[in-house]
T-cell receptor
Framework: RKEVEQDPGPFNVPEGATVAFNCTYS??????FFWYRQDCRKEPKLLMS???SGNEDGRFTAQLNRASQYISLLIRDSKLSDSATYLC???????????FGPGTRLSVLP | EPEVTQTPSHQVTQMGQEVILRCVPI?????FYWYRQILGQKVEFLVS????????KSEIFDDQFSVERPDGSNFTLKIRSTKLEDSAMYFC????????????FGAGTRLSVL
């Protein structure tokens, strides 16, 4: 079983749409969770950390279900600038090193 | 805004040659990392470094790889004898603390082994 799995994508949505990304992880010892975004041929950039209680940052909402080992990201009112690959990231057994999912590509269309 | 800087942005080398990729982490950060991303694939952890020694390394990080912090600012990744399959984007990252801390990534070095 792969360590971090994500929706295969790509997701093509119109501007203003709401889109949800799903992620599952296999290591129950993972302690920290993040969503990063990666533009084509660029570095990963932090979108948001994911907390057990769920958290929101503007149009972005992240949820974590430790029992199911599942993480989600919801983007409301999507913008053209949201077009990118969204990376689900968890920490390994040592709590420090990042394990990346394969990413889900989003294209927001005008 | 402080950032992680990497040089060069693109490195082309012949198979069997040694390459050194350079990184300047964010100045008050204590933990440093190298990741790689083969074109079209996911980002993979290579090595983490703290207090002038390797903390952890993945199975990718074999004897051909080494890391060093030669002075107070630079953090380098050396590949002793490059192979075709080493062609990838190499990202350096740093974090203020260790476990669970946000990591900030440099723009990467694209390594092309011919």
């Amino acid at each position: 079983r792969k360590e971090v799995e994500q929706d295969p994508g790509p997701f093509n949505v119109p501007e203003g749409a709401t889109v949800a990304f799903n992620c599952t992880y296999s290591n129950s010892a993972s302690q920290s969770f993040f969503w990063y975004r990666q533009d084509c041929r660029k570095e990963p950039k932090l979108l948001m950390s994911v907390y057990s209680s769920g958290n929101e940052d503007g149009r972005f909402t992240a949820q974590l279900n430790r029992a199911s080992q599942y993480i989600s990201l919801l983007i409301r009112d999507s913008k053209l600038s949201d077009s990118a690959t969204y990376l689900c990231v968890v920490t390994d057994n040592y709590g420090q090193n990042f394990v990346f999912g394969p990413g889900t590509r989003l294209s927001v269309l005008p | 805004e402080p950032e992680v800087t990497q040089t060069p942005s693109h490195q082309v080398t012949q198979m069997g040659q040694e390459v050194i990729l350079r990184c300047v982490p964010i100045s008050n950060h204590l933990y440093f990392y190298w990741y790689r991303q083969i074109l079209g694939q996911k980002v993979e952890f290579l090595v983490s470094f703290y207090n002038n020694e390797i903390s952890e390394k993945s199975e990718i990080f074999d004897d051909q790889f080494s890391v060093e912090r030669p002075d107070g600012s630079n953090f380098t990744l050396k590949i002793r004898s490059t192979k075709l399959e080493d062609s990838a984007m190499y990202f350096c990252a740093s974090s203020e603390q260790g476990a669970g801390n946000i990591q900030y990534f440099g723009a990467g070095t694209r390594l092309s082994v011919l």
